[in-house]
């Protein structure tokens, strides 16, 4: 015998837009996700605002994959339109899995369900950053058919209203 039998995980069964009901869920993810990025968590009380805003948001969408009834995954969406590409472009500012639910199908369903918008909408592409260091990401997107780019991704991360001196 090989060891212990694990039990098998059932596969994510449904993509579902999000609805304000899952702001707790969605606020898990984006904790998780900004652990592992380093980022600043974000407050429950910020995601469930910034969820209500998309949701109102003609041209944002959000989606979350369900396991069993459970939230596991989202995934974000602008529709911009984009004067550089004079088409529109879709936006991904989050994709997310939680880690137990992984290898799953969550992720891949998410990307589907944002080339389906894509398509609905005529989109020329579809942006989205992964960090340099997430190979993993960045490795589930490539066999998607993304790309990885030379473009360089700028942050602002000053305080917006007292911006610095460009002379000093």
């Known amino acids: 015998m090989n060891g212990p039998e694990k039990t098998p995980r059932p596969p994510v069964e449904t ?7 899952d702001a707790e869920a969605l606020y ?21 605002a910034r969820l209500g805003e998309l949701l109102e948001e003609p041209r944002a969408r959000v989606f979350v994959a369900e396991v069993e009834g459970d939230v596991v995954g989202a995934v974000s969406l602008w529709i911009k339109p984009d004067l550089a590409h004079g088409d529109a472009v879709i936006e991904v500012p989050m994709l997310v899995v939680s880690g137990n639910a992984r290898r799953r199908g969550a992720g891949k369903l ?5 080339q389906s918008v894509a398509a609905t909408e005529n989109a020329a592409l579809i ?3 992964a960090t340099k260091e997430n190979d993993v990401a960045r ?14 991704a700028l942050e602002y991360v000053g305080d917006v209203q007292n911006s610095p001196d460009p002379e000093e």
């Open 127 to 129: 942006e989205l950053v």
């Open 15 to 21: 993509v579902r837009e999000a609805t304000l009901e």
């Open 28 to 48: 898990a993810l984006a904790r998780d996700l900004a652990d592992a990025l380093g980022d600043q968590r974000p407050r429950p009380e910020a995601v469930r």
């Open 139 to 152: 490795s589930f997107y490539r066999s998607l058919g993304f790309v990885e780019t030379d473009h360089i």
């Open 110 to 114: 998410l990307v589907e369900k944002v």
